[in-house]
Structures are given as C-alpha cells and as structure tokens.
C-alpha cells in the first residue's frame, strides 16, 4: 500500500466518480444557494470503541459568516450503508439528532442535513481490518468539496501500541475517558484534492474499549504535544428536548435524557458531553 505524505496528495485529473460527485453535492446543496463554506473539517477515528469496528466521526464547522440555516453535504462510503448518527449544536453548543437525506454518487453516499448553527456531526462505523493482533484501516477522502482546513484525530485504543498513522501525526494528548489521542492538520483541501489517511497498530488485549475503562486507572494529564484543545467527540445525540439533565454515573461526562424512541446512541452507551465554545477556530475542538 502507498502512504500518502501531505506534501504528495492526489491532485491528479479529475476522474469520472469525482465529476459525478462534484454534481451530487452541487445539486443537493441547490437549495441553500450551494454548499456552505466548510472552514474546518475533523475525522476522528475511535476503533474498537463501542464496536469491533471503526467508528468514523466528520466534526463540521462552518465559516462564521455562513447564512444559516444551511443545507451541508458530505461523503462517506457507499458500503457503510447509512450514517450511524447525523446531528447538529443547538445554541449552546450540545448535540442533536437532526433528519438527514443520502443519495448515492460516484460511489459515495452522499449526506445532506440541514444546520441551524455553525456545528455539525456525521458519525459512522466502517470495518477494521483484524488479524491476530495486527489491526490496518484506511480512510479515504474523495474530494468534491472545498475545506478549509482537513484535520484527523485518532483515539489509541485501551491496551494497544503507539499507532502508526500516515501522514503522521502533529501532536499527542490526553483527553476524553484518560486516553491518549493522536491529531494532524493536513491544511487546506479544494474540490479536486483527495486525501488518504491510514492507520496501523498492535493489540493483544481483547475487548472493547468502553468495556473496559473503569477496570483502568485513572491517569494524569501530563503536558499536550501541539496545540489542539480538548476533544468534544459526541458520545450520544439526543433529540432537542427541554428535560433537566441527569446524575452522571462515576467516572463518566453528563448526558441529556429524552424519549428513548428519538435517541441515538454513539459510543459508550446512554452519555453525552457538554461541548466547551470553540475557544479558537484553528484548534481541535
């Protein structure tokens, strides 16, 4: 497999998939007077998380001056079948499951929703390569859309090694749950740029990982490498609802309740964090 280096994206011709992409997001993006500006994209990896799986977040943030609301489009691959979760901040910044529409194009599902604030979530599971203790997953982006600034973070998984992930990686800290999260910036993307992301490491230890954080230790937070803030990774995306929030159990961030039929739950069962405001758009948030 090639590992792509920043420096060596593909910015080839614009192939036929990417054309037909191209359109799909034109025309679904018609009616919002064509697709808001994305200044900042982050992919965030969370593997072996809640699933034997890769869970694949998109944080969206648009521009400050984007008209809202606004009609957002995004890829993800057609083989994962359906978002696992699409939602959007509320005023406050907490997340909320938001409808969304997918039509498939140039080989991609293409998701549009529609955002009232300038925040943005697009969550999905996409399967890990697994073999004996050697775990691989590549991420590709296809392009078709302009983007500020395209970011990865990856979360290391309770009881594996350090991960070697292509580009690699800016920056190192330890965040949400004590684990320990690994970001990049890869700069600006325009339309015709693609991107490549992959991600190797060793794991003996069997498990998931929302299993087994209360058997870890709780950790010291040393130092970050880099300057990302911490992450805001949504971890459920209840409908809006106006019911007071619940007593946490220990050792995990608040949630807030609602009907149970309109939830949905990303990783780490019934738990939702409180997003702190972005305190500087050109950090992780």
């Not at 606004?70 to 005023?91: M, Q």
């Not at 907490?94 to 529609?114: H, K, N, R, S, V």
């Not at 990865?152 to 594996?160: A, C, I, K, L, N």
Request: glycine share 8%.
């Amino acid at each position: 497999m090639i590992f792509l280096r920043k420096e060596n994206w593909m910015r080839a011709s614009i192939p036929i998939a990417t054309v037909a992409l191209l359109c799909a997001l034109c025309t679904i993006g018609a009616d919002a007077q064509g697709q808001p500006e994305i200044a900042r994209l982050e992919v965030v990896f969370w593997p072996e998380f809640d699933r034997p799986d890769m869970l694949v977040i998109y944080r969206i943030y648009l521009s400050d001056t984007t008209d809202l609301p606004a009609l957002v489009s995004v890829p993800i691959p057609t083989e994962v079948g359906a978002p696992h979760a699409v939602a959007v901040a509320n005023n406050e910044g907490d997340m909320f499951i938001t409808p969304y529409t997918q039509q498939e194009a140039g080989g991609w599902l293409i998701i549009a929703l529609e955002a009232s604030t300038t925040e943005a979530r697009v969550e999905y599971y996409a399967e890990l390569d697994i073999e004996g203790s050697e775990r691989d997953f590549t991420f590709d982006w296809p392009g078709g859309l302009d983007v500020g600034d395209f970011r990865y973070e990856f979360q290391q998984p309770v009881g594996s090694e350090e991960p070697i992930i292509k580009p690699p990686p800016e920056g190192e800290y330890l965040g949400l749950y004590g684990l320990d999260y690994y970001w990049s910036s890869m700069g600006a993307l325009d339309a015709d740029s693609k991107a490549r992301i992959q991600i190797s490491y060793v794991r003996e230890q069997s498990g998931l990982t929302v299993d087994l954080l209360q058997q870890v230790p709780p950790r010291s937070r040393p130092e970050a490498t880099g300057t990302p803030d911490q992450p805001t990774a949504t971890t459920t995306l209840p409908t809006e609802t106006t019911e007071p929030e619940a007593t946490p159990a220990p050792g995990f961030p608040p949630f807030c309740p609602s009907a149970m039929a309109g939830m949905v739950l990303v990783p780490g069962a019934a738990l939702m964090l409180r997003r702190r405001k972005r305190r500087d758009a050109a950090k992780i948030g």
